[in-house]
């Protein structure tokens, strides 16, 4: 099958396009750097033409709240309307385990936005929702310091390897469209604050985590189980110490 991966120069879309041409499909990554932006349309129908699915694994440069949603809503709006008129049969996409529990925040209004749009359109669809990646640690301490100071909440998280993430995309790109949502995890559960304390003192990272149960999470109130995803998730296998023991100090 020819797959266009949106964002194919991204963190997941990088290893999505390797791991689809490992399974024989052709993959085509496309992002402004190859001349595809889904936010102005240019260069989309070009690329579009003669695929079979849109894996969009894409992200908004911005995380303010504006900025986020206009992202995910004009590229959307505009990906959906190219795949119309250049027949895609399958629209694929990567949200997150808990989006519809975390409207409280900018960003996941915005990923709420991008899932409405994909099941009111006629494009045949399937939406993964993945849980954090390991190598998000970084980017939710970085978002919750103040300070030397990190203020999380000691409520449930079960992240997952951005590879095993790439993996499970690219298994529901090269399957038929389920017309719903999936969700994928890792294979342990730990406390937000635990797991960001022990990846810190890892990178011998000098910051000090606070257990605060009202530290809010990307501007969202966290419960126990609003991270986690439901019984039957799909559980991945790279386990976080074993990520941790592969993966150099230098990784954001
Ligand atoms: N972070 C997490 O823990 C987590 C968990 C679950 C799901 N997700 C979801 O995973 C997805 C991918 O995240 P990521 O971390 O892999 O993203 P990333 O590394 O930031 O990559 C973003 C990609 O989007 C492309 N892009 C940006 N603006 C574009 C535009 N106007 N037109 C076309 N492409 C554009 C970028 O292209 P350039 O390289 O040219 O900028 C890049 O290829 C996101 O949708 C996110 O919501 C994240």
Redesign the pocket.
Known sequence: MRVVV?????????KLVTKLGEHGHEAV??????G?????GEGLSEILDGSDVVA??????SFEDAAVLQ??ET?TRNLLAAEKTTGVGHHV?????GTDRLAESG?FRA?IA?EKLIKESSIPYSIV?????F??IK??ADAATDGNTVRLAPVLIQ?MA?DD?ASAVGRTAGGSPINGTIEVAGPEQFHLDELIRKALSARKDPREVVTDPKAPYFGAQLGERTLVPEDGATLAETRFESWLAQTPVSTP
Do not use: C, M
């Open positions: 949106i964002g194919g120069t991204g963190l997941i879309g990088s990554p496309a992002s402004p750097e190859s595809v932006n889904t936010l102005t969009d694994v894409s992200n908004s440069p992202f995910f590229s996409a990567l949200s997150v385990v960003y990923k991008q929702h993945a849980t954090q990646f190598e998000f980017r939710i992240p951005a993430v």
